[in-house]
């Protein structure tokens, strides 16, 4: 049959073949072994007749017959690829990925997360939380939430919350230690750290929660930043907190809800402090032109909004702001 096509899966394996110079990295590009990148070519030989690839030395050299397709070939590949991925795109027009932080995820996104998708029931949801910064410009991500991360010129930032720091721990380890009236008592007290060694993007925001730091600005004097439990991940330090192994330094707008359900409480209120960080709504300028991803945004803005308007006073008498203005640059 003049039109006949042979599998699309050998034809694959000898494109590989054929750009990479090598059965070993057109393997590992298509992960799968070297063995079965030689079968599925030897199957394309045989279906054409023809050798494609021989022995040349230590290495492999296509033949005249196989240098006259490959070419066209690696270009009906990709075009294969762009068309797959449009087909998927389409598909996937209602659907979002938003990449977050696991602990502002955990402590304040999950549980408003139904209401959006009451209000948007053809949209769908799925939450990448990792500590990686994602590149919007080449990843399937198409909002992410960042705290404490240097924004790119490329993208549209709004500003969800400014921060505010303060520390906080269970309400049985507080009247346990009660009186507390002065912060120097907490040389006294059991400390919890977020360690962020792991996290090279939080250069800032190690300046903030950490316990050396946080003293030296107050000026308090006996804190020994080295004592204590540690942990990588902020969520967990909070659930420590909560069960009442110590006392931690408090994001207020994350920790909003367990502070107002009585599940910690702010010591000190006079050592809270506004920082000079905050957390974003981040997307990439031809991500925020899809229906989907400006009704996450506007939800999202909203419900910060409305959080930080019922919210009960932080102890430095400041609702920390949510961004009013047009997406910036």
């Known amino acids: 049959m003049a039109n006949w096509i042979p599998s699309l899966n050998s034809l694959r394996a000898f494109e590989a073949v054929a750009r990479n110079g090598s059965y070993r990295r057109a393997a590992v590009e298509l992960n799968v072994t070297d063995v079965a990148v030689k079968q599925l070519v030897v199957k394309l030989e045989a279906a054409l007749g023809k050798r494609l690839v021989v022995r040349q030395g230590r290495g492999i050299a296509l033949t005249e017959a196989a240098l006259a397709g490959a070419g066209t070939l690696e270009i009906a590949m990709r075009q294969i690829a762009d068309a797959v991925q449009k087909m998927r795109a389409q598909d996937n027009r209602q659907r979002l ?15 408003r997360l139904e209401d959006f998708r009451s209000r948007n029931p053809g949209i769908s949801v799925l939450i990448d939380s990792s500590q990686r910064i ?16 240097r924004s790119d010129p490329e993208l549209l930032v709004r500003r969800l919350f400014d921060d505010l720091v303060y520390p906080v721990c269970s309400p049985i380890l507080a009247a346990a230690s009660a009186p507390l009236t002065d912060v120097g008592q907490l040389a006294r007290m059991p400390l919890i750290h977020w360690d962020m060694a792991q996290l090279p993007w939080a250069s800032a925001t190690r ?4 316990w050396g730091e946080w003293a030296r600005r107050l000026g308090v004097k006996g804190i020994d930043p080295g004592k204590g439990l540690r942990f990588s991940d902020y969520g967990m330090a909070v659930q420590a907190a909560i069960s009442g192994k110590g006392v931690i330094l408090a994001s207020w707008p994350i920790l909003q809800d367990p502070i107002e359900a009585g599940l910690l409480v702010p010591i000190f209120p006079e050592s809270s402090r506004s920082t000079d960080i905050g957390y974003d709504l981040v997307t990439t300028p031809e991500a925020a032109s899809r229906p989907a991803v400006a009704a996450f945004t506007d939800w ?25 203005s047009l997406p910036i640059p």
Request: glycine share 4%; hydrophobic share 45%; no cysteine.
């Open 97 to 111: 990925i938003v990449s977050v932080e696991a602990s502002f995820a955990t402590t304040w996104l999950v549980s």
């Open 300 to 324: 999202l803005l909203d419900t910060a909004r409305q959080a930080m308007a019922s919210a009960r006073t932080p102890p430095d008498g400041k609702i920390p702001r949510v961004d009013e």
């Open 134 to 149: 994602v590149d919007l410009h080449r990843s399937d991500v198409d909002i992410a939430i960042r705290y404490g991360v």
């Open 207 to 210: 300046s903030w929660f950490d």
